[in-house]
């Protein structure tokens, strides 16, 4: 059995420019990955079968499951006669902003590179990756970038400060295609990612928090006033800077202080089940 980390990934900023004639958004965003991560196992089977088991009773275990167009993806474009038994052992909260399926296909593909010898570098990972969806191509390589395109366009950018993250998902899923389809471009105010960039480059801390910028949390407040309340609590909290994740709900607040980060948890633990205190990695994967 061959393990693999899949790390989640958080939003600095997020920024959608315009619609693009294939349907897709074109957008700009920072991500970076967080110290919460699902755990894949990869096992070769004496078949030729992709078999999915997860810790997680919501998680489809069959071709719905990201990690499984993975193995298939690489299965069919080189040829392997191989099957795999993949485990997912699951600590990202399921439809959270979060890029939990995303980081487990990605996983994969590095996984199976390595158990079934195929030597593919991470850039050839990243594009076939881009096939399955758009945040995979990110997680493929980890770390902090800049994404464009519909997300398959990354540049890497430095680490981010290091920090503390506090992250709370309500009981709630959300919908990316609702919360995409309910954006009006022309009404957002939209983050300044070459500020955040620049925070980034000097690790100057205080203005990454300050250049933190979303624009699909207007739509889903609409949607889901508890996001509202989280990010409210936080600010109040004292965290230093506070965001929602991709189209959300999960919403995370940056504190660089160890010593407010029990008592900004537990506050938030007084009224959102799923809450997490990492901290960020923001460094790249290897093909190892």
Not at 2 to 8: C, E, F, G, I
Not at 205 to 228: A, Q
Request: proline share 4%.
């Amino acid at each position: 059995m061959l393990y693999v980390k899949a790390p989640a990934k958080i939003n600095l900023t997020l920024d959608v420019l315009y619609k693009r004639p294939d349907n897709y958004h074109e957008v700009e965003m920072i991500m970076t990955t967080v110290d919460l991560a699902d755990r894949i196992g990869l096992e070769e089977r004496k078949d030729s079968l992709i078999k999915i088991s997860s810790s997680n009773s919501i998680v489809p275990d069959d071709e719905r499951n990201l990690a499984y167009q993975a193995a298939k993806l690489l299965k069919d474009t080189y040829g392997i006669q191989k099957g795999v038994t993949i485990t997912i052992d699951k600590e990202i909260p399921v439809a959270a902003g979060l890029a939990g399926g995303s980081s487990d296909a990605a996983a994969t593909l590095r996984g199976l590179n390595q158990l079934w010898n195929l030597n593919l570098s991470l850039d050839t990972l990243a594009e076939l990756g881009a096939k399955i969806g758009s945040d995979v191509s990110f997680c493929v390589y980890g770390g902090t970038a800049l994404a464009t395109g519909r997300g398959e366009k990354i540049q890497h950018i430095p680490a981010p400060p290091t920090c503390w993250v506090v992250l709370a998902k309500p009981k709630i899923g959300v919908s990316t295609a609702a919360v995409y389809g309910g954006l009006n471009i022309d009404e957002v105010e939209h983050p300044n990612t070459k500020q955040m960039i620049q925070a980034i480059e000097e690790s100057n801390y205080e203005l990454m928090c300050k250049s933190l910028g979303n624009v699909l949390e207007t739509v889903t407040f609409k949607l889901h006033p508890e996001v509202v309340m989280i990010k409210e609590q936080m600010k109040k909290f004292g965290v230093d800077g506070v965001l929602m994740s991709g189209s959300g709900p999960t919403v995370f607040g940056l504190i660089d202080s160890e010593t407010r980060l029990s008592r900004i948890y537990n506050g938030l633990r007084g009224f959102c089940d799923e809450v997490f205190a990492v901290r960020l990695i923001g460094e790249r994967n290897s093909l190892a």
